[in-house]
């Protein structure tokens, strides 16, 4: 639509229209001229680890010489975020919410997963429900205490420790759990036993997904209904028929492709054409994402993986809320949240046509412009 118009009031969609049509009588609202810049929700980003301390940069430099990324860098991040105070996490965990609000992020789905003991895993769910508040962002958690198997543990121990702590995690407001099952981290077996028990305690389901290697984590998904099977890069066929057949969303992290010098690209394409539901997310992290952006997502999910613009930017929005199996975000119908972005061009386009530069020029959340 051209020339339109949204009226938010309580934080919700309570009318959309041509400008002309903006019904007369309002009193006093306060007024947000968009001068004839491109609106769009506000991203969902779906899929993030945005909780750690420490770098990796010696691990990406060795990729960038030729090192394959692989999930063991996983507990470097681990040590490093278990000696950060509480104070120095939520400082760090802000910040890169502050980035992505920047960015035009409105709701974030965050991970535990560099706790890896039960106590650590829930100061980092905490973490996250708290820096979100400190910038005003949407937040949901998922605990993924089955992210790699500590080092000097033995994985069976592990496996059960994570399934005794669901309950505490739940009390520390998780409201999904989720397992990285992939070659270096968790099996299939181990994955079903963790997300079984995930469900009796009440927690929604999410998975990572045949990124490194083929494991049949995607079947996985689709057989215990996961609201989300995320990366995907090796997924079959016949997976992605299974997802879609499921009406479990498929989340690509192209940033992931990129970064991780996999150079996976094709696989949104299959997942599309099988009829999945998409969604793009950042994936941020230290080791394989390190990216608060979500137009950067965009931008690489329709340069690098072919998807057409408005497919991407559906599945950066619609999508995202999809995976996170809310119908409140990511549009802005009436009845929705009052979350949106105001785009540095009059074109939804430019934002893929025009890189490198500051995309989203305002963030609202709730009816309020932020930052
Ligand atoms: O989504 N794949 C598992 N977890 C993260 C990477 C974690 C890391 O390397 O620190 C991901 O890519
Ligand atoms: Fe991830």
Redesign the pocket.
């Known amino acids: 639509m051209t020339d339109g118009a949204l009226l938010v009031r309580a934080g919700r969609v309570e009318w959309v229209g041509a400008d002309r049509d903006l019904p007369a009588g309002l009193g006093d609202v306060d007024e947000l001229d968009a001068a004839g810049a491109a609106v769009l929700p506000g991203w969902v980003d779906c899929?993030t680890?945005a909780v750690w301390a420490g770098a990796?940069r010696e691990e990406l430099v060795a990729r960038v010489a030729g090192k394959p990324y692989a999930?063991g860098?996983?507990n470097a991040?681990v040590a490093a975020t278990r000696a950060a105070s509480d104070e120095a996490l939520l400082a760090l965990a802000s910040e890169r919410m502050r980035v992505m609000r920047h960015n035009g992020t409105t709701t974030v789905e965050v991970k535990s997963?560099y706790g890896l003991t039960p106590a650590d895993e829930c100061r980092l769910l905490d973490v996250a429900r708290d820096a979100a508040a400190l910038q005003g962002l949407r937040v949901t958690t998922t605990y993924l205490g089955a992210?790699v198997v500590p080092d000097s543990r033995h994985r069976d121990d592990y496996v059960r420790e994570v399934i005794a702590s669901l309950p505490a995690a739940r009390h520390h407001g998780a409201e999904w759990c989720d397992v990285?099952c992939?070659e270096g981290?968790f099996t299939v077996d181990e994955a079903r036993r963790v997300l079984v028990a995930a469900a009796a305690a009440g927690l929604g389901l999410r998975i990572?997904a045949e990124?490194i290697a083929r494991t049949g984590a995607a079947l996985l998904a689709a057989e215990l209904g996961c609201a989300s099977a995320?990366?995907l890069d090796h997924v079959t066929d016949e997976d992605a028929r299974a997802l879609a057949v499921g009406g479990v969303v498929a989340v690509v992290?192209p940033v992931?492709s990129l970064y991780?010098r996999s150079q996976t690209w094709s696989h949104a394409q299959r997942l599309a054409d099988a009829g999945c539901t998409l969604a793009i997310a950042t994936?941020c992290?230290?080791?394989?994402?390190w990216c608060e952006s979500m137009p950067y997502a965009v931008q690489l999910a329709c340069l690098a993986m072919g998807l057409p613009v408005d497919v991407a930017l559906r599945a950066a929005t619609l999508g995202g809320a999809a995976a996170l199996r809310r119908d409140d975000v990511g549009h802005l119908g009436v009845g929705a949240r009052g979350d949106l972005i105001v785009l540095a061009a009059d074109h939804e386009a430019d934002l893929v046509a025009h890189l490198g530069a500051d995309a989203v020029i305002r963030t609202v959340v709730h009816g309020c412009p932020i930052g």
């Open positions: 899929h680890h990796r999930a860098g996983i991040t997963g992210h990285f992939d981290a990572h990124q995320d990366h992290v992931v991780s994936d992290n230290p080791g394989s994402a």
